[in-house]
Nanobody
Framework: QVQLVESGGGLVQDGGSLRLSCAASGPTFRTLAMGWFRQAPGKEREFVAAIGWSGSTHYADSVKGRFTISRLNAKNTVYLQMNSLKPEDTAVYYC????????????????WGQGTQVAVSS
């Protein structure tokens, strides 16, 4: 069974940067696609970014040019580098994994982390 543990959230100022990490358990990390989703108060969970097992990347329009997703298979870890953060990026960020998901569809992921809070002050 896959377990996911996020870290790196916190409070930053408008225009600042954070790097989120998601560590996955098990020997099958190389076969998993990984995604990041976020949920702000009063809003539905939304897609942020995803990376396939082969390294292909996918981004929501709202974060293109500001966020970068990457993975380090040797460490079973996926990262989300967030630059030029805005107050509207404030949300709980979740890491997700699946062997072959529709990248932007949260319902298509089988495994989820506990979430990490990101807050951006204006």
């Amino acid at each position: 069974q896959v377990q996911l543990v996020e870290s790196g959230g916190g409070l930053v100022q408008d225009g600042g940067s954070l790097r989120l990490s998601c560590a996955a358990s098990g020997p099958t990390f190389r076969t998993l696609a990984m995604g990041w989703f976020r949920q702000a108060p009063g809003k539905e969970r939304e897609f942020v970014a995803a990376i396939g097992w082969s390294g292909s990347t996918h981004y929501a329009d709202s974060v293109k040019g500001r966020f970068t997703i990457s993975r380090l298979n040797a460490k079973n870890t996926v990262y989300l580098q967030m630059n030029s953060l805005k107050p509207e990026d404030t949300a709980v960020y979740y890491c997700a994994a699946d062997p072959k998901p529709n990248y932007r569809d949260s319902d298509d992921y089988d495994y989820w982390g506990q979430g990490t809070q990101v807050a951006v002050s204006s």
